[in-house]
Every structure is written in structure tokens, then in C-alpha cells.
């Protein structure tokens, strides 16, 4: 799968499940969140190529999205498709005044979709702004574009939720999250999860880290409350 990550931003299950599929077909990475606000969140910790956002959306909606990413000094140059509705010509406009870089309409049709894409993409490439894509902390490095992590040298084969369950802890070495902070910053899809899926993950991650000869013990469980990444 290719490198390039593309968020995409509906609240439309459906939708989502859409793009995911057409997305994955063409090589790019998907992630996905259904709201304005879970997805500025993803923009802070990740490393996105390319947003596919959608104008109707619950709590803040996509013009608005649109106007808090162009304001951001980090990632507002990263390129933003509209998704919107078929006779929806002033959105179109307000869109493309805000600084969208094109729109498509619904219902999406999948070859305009993909052409729309790398046309996006080859417009807007020397756009493409400088992320701090590496978070190191001691023997940890974290790489946010490849998604890889090392731990003394050696890679660490981490599914996709334990990736972002670590990445969490990095962020804030010594900070204790807790399991329902966990829980929704990585599972927040997911509404009906206990947190015993959090010690599930973290134990897993610890005997992977273990499998390679490696130090466990980077990850402190806090009695009763959570876990947080030692700091040294």
C-alpha cells in the first residue's frame, strides 16, 4: 500500500465504507472519522497527505472544517476535496473561496473520484508541508508517515490500533492517560468497548516487545487509572 494517507470525513457510514474501499484499490492508506472535530484532532497527530471532506456533518461542519485547517500553520496547505450534494452550486463556491482545491459531488462516481484524486495530488505536491513525522523518545522512534516504530534499533510489528495506542503515549512521555481517555482517542469509532480492550492492547504490545529481547517496562501501568510511557 502506498504511503500517501488521505482522510476521509463523513458521517456517513456508507460513504466511509465507499471511499475506504475505492481508496485502498487505488494503493492510497485511508483513515477515517466522521466528524469535523475528530478529524482536526487527526490532523494534529498524523501525517495526511490529502482530506476528502464532506459539507454536511454533525457538530461543526465541513466550511468550517475547511476554514480551522487553512488556518492552521502546520497542516493548512494539505490539499481538501468537498464532497457535496448534486445541486449544491453555492457551496460549491464558498468551498472553493475558502480554499478547497476541487469538490466532487454526490452520488460519487468512482472514476471521477480517483482521476480527481491524482489530479489533486500532482497539483498541489510542492504544497505539501513539513511535518515533525518522527517522535523519538530514548531507545523509541516512532514514524508517523511509514508508520513503523523502533525500539532499540529493532522494528516492531504493531497492527494498526496498537500503532495508535503507542503513538499516544509517545506524544506525552510521562503523562498517565486513562483507559477511557485511551479508549477514545484510539477506539473512538467504537462506543460500545469496555475498557478491558485497553489492557488487552497494552499486554500485547508489551509481549511483542518482550518477543524481541526488548525492555517491557517502557510502559507503566498506573494502578486503578491507566498507563503512560516512562520518562527518563
Same mark, same amino acid.
Given at each position: 500500500m502506498s504511503s500517501i494517507s488521505i482522510l476521509i470525513v463523513d458521517d456517513d457510514t456508507n460513504v466511509l465504507k465507499l471511499l475506504e474501499s475505492a481508496l485502498i484499490k487505488n494503493g492510497y492508506y485511508p483513515i477515517k472519522s466522521k466528524s469535523g472535530e475528530e478529524a482536526l484532532q487527526m490532523l494534529e497527530s498524523s501525517a495526511i497527505d490529502l482530506v476528502i471532506l464532506d459539507i454536511m456533518l454533525p457538530g461543526i461542519d465541513g466550511l468550517e472544517t475547511l476554514k480551522r485547517i487553512r488556518s492552521h500553520p502546520i497542516y493548512g496547505p494539505i490539499p481538501v476535496i468537498m464532497l457535496t450534494s448534486r445541486n449544491s452550486e453555492l &457551496? =460549491?463556491?464558498?468551498?472553493?473561496?475558502?480554499?478547497? &482545491? &476541487?469538490?466532487?459531488?454526490? @452520488? +460519487?462516481?468512482?472514476?471521477?473520484?480517483?482521476?480527481?484524486?491524482?489530479?489533486?495530488?500532482?497539483?498541489?505536491?510542492? *504544497?505539501? @508541508?513539513?511535518?515533525? =513525522?518522527? +517522535?523519538?523518545? =530514548? /531507545? *523509541?522512534?516512532? &514514524?508517523?508517515?511509514?508508520?513503523?516504530?523502533?525500539?532499540?534499533?529493532?522494528?516492531?510489528?504493531? /497492527?494498526?490500533?496498537e500503532f495508535e495506542l503507542l503513538h499516544l503515549l509517545a506524544k506525552k512521555p510521562g503523562k498517565v492517560f486513562s483507559r477511557s481517555e485511551i479508549l477514545d482517542a484510539v477506539w473512538s469509532e467504537d462506543v460500545f468497548l469496555e475498557t478491558r480492550t485497553v489492557d488487552v492492547h497494552i499486554r500485547r504490545l508489551r509481549k511483542k516487545i518482550e518477543e524481541l529481547n526488548l525492555n517491557s517496562d517502557i510502559i507503566e501501568t498506573i494502578r486503578s487509572i491507566g498507563y503512560r510511557l516512562v520518562k527518563v
Open positions: &457551496d =460549491n463556491v464558498i468551498g472553493l473561496e475558502l480554499g478547497a &482545491d &476541487d469538490y466532487i459531488s454526490k @452520488p +460519487i462516481r468512482y472514476f471521477e473520484l480517483t482521476s480527481r484524486i491524482k489530479a489533486v495530488l500532482r497539483r498541489t505536491a510542492h *504544497l505539501k @508541508p513539513v511535518f515533525l =513525522n518522527i +517522535i523519538s523518545h =530514548n /531507545s *523509541l522512534e516512532i &514514524d508517523l508517515a511509514f508508520r513503523t516504530v523502533h525500539l532499540d534499533g529493532q522494528e516492531l510489528q504493531l /497492527s494498526y490500533k
